[in-house]
């Protein structure tokens, strides 16, 4: 049995080693910039999420600057491809033109991503400020992929969140005599639920953190089962520290007073699962697991910040769709700890727990180490 049981984590650590390149699903923003008879759109689109749609390798974005970047698919291919992908009409139907005006590789960045500069025209007497807006870019391919929209009416004015286009939703209505502050709320707090639910490297920290809820620590190891008050007040100690901590620099990073380089966060990111696995093997830091999570908290909120800081929100705006988006993110955090709890209490009181807890927290650490090779 034991030989058995170790093929079966063999394989799963084979398996998560195979995919520890997954990362949160890269969402693509667009920016409406209404003109006097055009309206602008800014793409920005992650290059991860495009090599899923075309197949083909990053290794070509690599050259430094000031060196010349290949394309990884000609520029006239991919203006076709957007053009077909994007797609605004106008009330009665009838469709915009559309015109890909500039395309711009930057694979020197984390994430990299290709910008693309549009121009849609609506047909004759058809209003700017009235119509819809359809983008199904990389989602016609990727279900899970995100699309934030915002738009500008004004050169001098912050960009107002209209929506987010995702699978079932490839389409939303712009109306530019819409002031209202308040607006999008919906959208941005499904866009933190989103971040965290494909956040693979968010949810791996926190579940790894969790791995000894139930246990109590004694000369080095974990030891015996600490009963159903110990698991809760471990889980309220570490959640509660971890919302704190990523708050706090999700506020500052949105509104651009805290910005550090992605590549090192994300680095960092999968240091702490690294962390948090070794102390789910052996008790590293027992009864101070709330202090960790505030500490690694604080780096996760910084990534959590890049997901919205882009969208360029200011007063209002800034303050309700923060609060959104952290909402949608808790709501998600709690929904996933309170499925989480019961199964944790059933393992610690099998005779499967001296095996499950230690062969999860391995595949965790093996997964976090290859993270960190491909980010650092």
């Known amino acids: 049995m034991d030989r058995l049981w170790h093929l ?11 995919a520890a390149g997954a990362h949160p699903s890269p969402q693509s923003e667009v920016l409406l910039e209404i003109g006097p ?40 291919a991919m203006a076709a491809y ?47 400020e009235h119509f819809m807006f359809g983008d199904d870019a990389i989602a016609h391919r990727v279900p899970s992929h995100l699309t934030v929209v915002a738009l500008r009416s004004d050169v001098e004015a912050a960009p107002r969140v209209l929506g987010t286009l995702r699978f079932g939703q490839r389409s939303l ?11 999008a709320c919906a959208d941005l707090f499904w866009l933190g639920m989103t971040h965290i639910a494909e956040g693979s490297d968010h949810l791996l920290f926190l579940l790894t953190l969790l791995l000894p809820a139930a246990m109590l620590a004694k000369g080095g190891k974990w030891d015996r089962t ?11 100690k570490v959640v509660t520290a971890f919302t704190i901590g990523h708050s706090l620099t999700l506020i500052l990073g949105a509104a651009g007073v805290l910005t550090l380089p992605e590549r090192p966060v994300e680095f960092a990111i999968a240091a702490s699962i690294l ?12 009864r101070c697991e709330g202090a960790i999570a505030a500490a690694f908290g604080l780096l996760h909120g910084l990534a959590f910040a890049s997901a919205i ?8 705006r800034l303050a309700i769709g923060v609060l959104a988006f952290n909402l949608g993110i808790e709501t998600a955090q709690t929904l996933i700890v309170a499925a989480v709890a019961p199964l944790l209490v059933l393992l610690e009181r099998s005779h499967w727990s001296r095996r499950v807890r230690p062969t999860a927290a391995i595949l965790a650490g093996a997964t976090a180490l290859v993270w960190m090779v491909q980010r650092g």
């Open 82 to 128: 957007l053009a077909a992908h994007i797609r605004p009409v106008a009330a009665d139907g009838r469709a915009w033109v559309v015109k890909v005006e500039r395309l711009q590789w930057q694979g020197d960045q984390r994430p990299a991503v290709l910008l693309a500069t549009m121009s849609l025209r609506p047909p004759t007497g058809a209003p700017l």
């Open 8 to 18: 079966i984590a063999a394989f799963g650590l084979a398996t998560m080693m195979a």
């Open 173 to 183: 209505e712009v109306k530019l005599a819409d002031p209202r502050w308040w607006g």
């Open 37 to 76: 008879d055009s309206v602008r759109a800014k793409l920005v689109l992650p290059l991860d999420e495009l090599r899923l749609v075309f197949g083909w390798p990053l290794a070509t974005l690599a050259a430094p600057d000031p060196a010349p970047r290949a394309a990884p698919i000609p520029d006239a």
């Open 309 to 316: 800081r882009e969208l360029q929100l200011s007063g209002a």
């Open 226 to 236: 600490g009963g159903t008050r110990h698991l809760v007040v471990y889980l309220a």
């Open 275 to 286: 962390v948090a696995a070794i102390h789910a093997w052996r008790p590293v830091f027992p």
